[in-house]
Nanobody
C-alpha cells in the first residue's frame, strides 16, 4: 500500500513537501517514482529514486526545483517541491517498481500505486 500526503493549495513561488508512506512491501526492494496528472492530460513522470537512494531522475521541467529522497528506515519517500508554478498543478501519485539498475520513467513498469494527492498552485 502506498499513501501520499502533503498536497494542498500554495501560491506561485511557494513550497510543498509530499510524502509517500509504503507498507506491505519489502521497501528496500523497490524503486519509487512520482508521477502527476493534470486535468485533461496524460499522467507524466516527475521524479524517481532507486532502491538504495543512490540514483535519482527528474523530468526537465522540475530539475533544480524538486528534490526526491527516501528514508528506508521509515519506508517513506519524499519530494520537496520549491519555486512552484501554476503549471505544477496536478494530482501527484507515488508508485513502486521492482528494483532495477537506475529507475524507469515509464508508468507501465510501476507495479503499485497510491491514490494521489492534489497540488494546486495559484498564480
Amino acid at each position: 500500500q502506498l499513501v501520499e500526503s502533503g498536497g494542498g493549495l500554495v501560491q506561485a513561488g511557494g513550497s510543498l513537501r509530499l510524502s509517500c508512506a509504503v507498507s506491505g512491501l519489502t521497501f528496500s526492494s523497490y524503486n519509487v517514482g512520482w508521477f502527476r496528472q493534470a486535468p485533461g492530460k496524460d499522467r507524466e513522470f516527475v521524479a524517481a529514486i532507486s532502491w538504495r537512494g543512490d540514483y535519482t531522475g527528474y523530468t526537465d521541467s522540475v530539475k533544480g526545483r524538486f528534490t526526491i529522497s527516501r528514508d528506508n528506515t521509515n519506508n517513506t519517500v519524499f519530494v520537496q517541491m520549491n519555486s512552484l508554478k501554476p503549471e505544477d498543478t496536478a494530482v501527484y501519485y507515488c508508485a513502486a517498481e521492482p528494483a532495477t539498475f537506475g529507475t524507469s520513467r515509464n508508468p507501465g513498469t510501476y507495479r503499485y500505486w497510491g491514490q494521489g494527492t492534489q497540488v494546486t498552485v495559484a498564480s
